[in-house]
């Protein structure tokens, strides 16, 4: 995308054929500014927009330093320096905290970064395209589905009373289970249920992939009387290498972001040991306890562990291949 | 032609494509089977759903549930709510987008490279919940229905999306020419480019439109008055709030009868809140893997 940039200023350049003192081109610039005026006008909104709700609240994150009190504001309260981040740190919740989401977060990214890949590489050997058409659309309906929904299913079908699953866990001759009472369960009901939600949205962007590789890969590999199996290896997943390392880095990125919204929700005091999470306890803190500083020094410390994640995560996946961000 | 290729198919391979198939129905039994449980559940009488009648179909087909849901004045004013969040915000949230996207496709847009690291900056890094809170708190719009579509008025990922798709869908002579016809930038992006565009747009509407029906975080921190609340806050009161019951166990033939009213309203709120945004998929099916593709791919 870069590049389209730089080329289209230099062909702009060659085509007016003038390359003298940059004096002419700060002039030029300022022309092209006056005559396209409207695209500022139109980018005037959506900037504002980011710097409203975006950037000031970036600045605001500094109250993590602060003690932060209503009247005086972001700006105004009182420097506590790392006050805040020491009483998180030494705090008896902390470890428990690190540990519940980077177990959630992990468990997410082992199970539910391949699934959509498995996914797409059977989908891919269908030929059938009604039967295929089929399951896509089926797998994609979930997609739908907003989180409270998501978490009721989930409550209505592993409720000891109403729940289908239970009955089968009965059927089979064993013991009734609480599923959502028991701290063991929850890691893998969460995951496990995002991964029927996403798998089929996930899906597509692989099958993308998979659509635009080369035909004459698939003949060359047909010449060399590879099998199915053989054919995936060496032609499919080496296709689909690039998105699927893109998202993976990007997933590395959120590892310390268990989607609040569900867990939250998911929640109940008999599982708490197990489904307290870094930004569950920075919304109960910090707007249910009006705990705006100490609370904010948790996100924060949150947000540079993942920025911190993505650009190594980056650096080594363009080290080895070829693939990156930036 | 087909039975050429039958007969140079290796027995492996054949095991391997019946192996494929039986593992795509499996993810097909077990995707579609809770949804037809829930819809099944929620045509069903309430006696049925409790004592576990329903397994595939409805028993004693009954509108009961609908019937309560329709007759419930917090219910209709979420859904209401809802709707006026959902038409308003995806409003905003595409012109928004549309705005700042079509300048950053532009090569000649000077200073795009700069509101580019701008926009991208705020994927990687945030200022957190409590700043957020308090910087929507100072513009004033708490407990207003503004608060529930300026916060989230843009996304940055479907910027960036929309920009790729204006790239390498619009070609760059295109724009010089009316240029040269004397056409503003602003005639040409509302009578070229979007008439052009037909497809990101839908794929803007699907996603924005899914994201603000189905959010429930915005509201629970932003409102607090009831009369605001969108569907997703009453439901949650309903389905969730209520459901940690340990006593069901211990004397469900007793509860039973109040019980099943309020199970069976559980899967009829279920069907009842997710149709209607499932109702978009199919008009916008046709530009979808379209838009996912050029965004994803190329993006």
Redesign the interface.
């Known amino acids: 995308m870069k590049n389209t940039g730089v080329m289209g200023v230099r062909g702009n350049t060659i085509r007016r054929g003038d390359k003298r003192s940059g004096g002419l081109a700060a002039g030029r610039m300022w022309r092209g500014i006056k005559r396209h005026w409207q695209l500022y006008l139109l980018v005037a909104a959506p900037m504002a927009y980011i710097v409203i709700f975006k950037y000031i609240p970036m600045y605001g994150a500094q109250i993590a330093f602060r003690d932060y009190s209503v009247v005086k504001g972001f700006t105004g309260s009182e420097f506590v320096g790392l006050k805040h981040f020491r009483a998180f740190f030494q705090s008896p919740n902390f470890w428990l905290l690190i540990k519940n989401t980077l177990g959630i977060s992990l468990y997410s990214l082992v199970v539910g970064f391949p699934a959509p890949i498995v996914l797409a590489l059977a989908l891919n050997e269908i030929r059938r395209v009604k039967f295929k058409k089929t399951i896509q659309m089926v797998t994609f309906a979930p997609f739908f589905i907003s989180t409270v929904v998501m978490v009721s299913m989930i409550m209505i079908f592993l409720s000891p009373r109403l729940g289908f699953v239970d009955h089968i866990v009965q059927g089979l001759g064993f013991e009734s289970i609480n599923f959502m009472g028991s701290p063991g369960y929850f890691k893998s009901i969460f995951v496990w249920s995002n991964v029927w939600q996403g798998i089929g949205y996930g899906a597509v962007i692989y099958l993308a992939a998979l659509a635009g590789i080369n035909p004459e890969l698939y003949e060359a590999a047909k010449v060399d009387g590879a099998s199915r199996l053989q054919k995936m290896r060496h032609v499919d997943i080496p296709g689909i290498a690039p998105a699927a390392i893109i998202l993976l880095i990007l997933s590395v990125g959120q590892i310390m972001n268990v989607g609040f919204e569900k867990v939250y929700l998911m929640q109940n005091p008999l599982n708490v040991s197990t489904s307290e999470v870094i930004s569950t306890y920075v919304y109960k803190i910090g707007l249910l306890g009006a705990n705006f500083s100490f609370s904010s020094a948790v996100d924060l410390f949150n947000s540079l562990i993942n920025l911190v994640l993505l650009i190594s995560v980056n650096a080594v996946a363009k080290r080895i291949s070829d693939n990156s961000l930036w | 032609m087909n039975r050429a290729t039958a007969i140079r198919e ?1 027995v ?2 054949r095991v ?2 019946a192996l ?2 039986i ?2 129905c499996c ?2 039994v ?3 089977y ?2 037809i ?2 819809v099944s559940s929620s045509f069903s009488s309430a006696q049925a ?2 004592s ?1 009648k329903v ?1 595939l179909w409805p028993v004693d087909f009954s509108l009961m549930g609908y019937k309560v849901i329709f007759s419930n004045p917090a219910i209709l004013t979420g859904y209401m709510n809802s709707i006026i969040y959902t038409l308003l915000g995806v409003s905003i949230n595409v012109v ?2 549309v ?2 996207a ?2 950053l496709s ?5 200073g ?2 700069l ?1 580019m690291m ?2 991208v900056f ?1 994927i ?13 708190k100072a ?1 004033g719009i708490l407990d207003t229905r503004w608060a529930m579509v ?2 989230g ?2 996304s940055v990922f479907q ?1 960036i999306v929309a920009r ?1 798709f204006f ?1 390498s869908t619009i070609p ?1 002579e295109l724009g010089e020419a009316a240029e040269l016809d004397g056409c ?3 005639g040409f ?1 509302w009578r070229v480019v979007l008439p052009l565009s037909k497809a990101i747009i839908a794929v803007l509407i699907l996603f924005y439109a ?1 994201g603000i ?5 915005d509201a629970l ?1 932003y409102l607090k008055s009831p009369e605001l609340y969108p569907l ?1 806050i009453i ?2 009161n309903i ?2 709030l209520n ?2 019951d ?1 006593t ?2 211990v004397d ?1 033939n007793q509860m039973a009868a109040r019980q099943g009213l309020r ?1 069976l309203l ?2 009829s709120l ?1 069907v009842v ?2 149709v209607p ?2 109702c978009i ?1 199919p008009f916008v099916q046709k530009y979808f ?1 379209q838009g ?2 050029i965004g ?2 190329k993006g």
Request: glycine residues 4%; positive net charge.
């Open positions: 290796s492996g391979d391997f494509l494929i198939y593992f795509l993810v097909l077990a995707v579609l809770p949804l449980y829930i759903v409790v576990g397994w928004m987008t705005a700042i079509y300048p532009r090569s000649t847009f000077v795009r490279n509101i701008l926009l705020t990687l890094f945030s200022g957190g919940l409590i700043p957020t809170y308090l910087t929507v513009v300026l916060p008025a843009l910027v790729t790239q760059k503003s930038d602003i992006l899914v029906w189905n959010a429930y975080f921190i997703q439901l949650r389905l969730i459901t940690i340990a069901a166990l469900a199970d559980k899967y279920i809140a997710t945004i499932l998929y893997v996912i593709m994803s791919v």
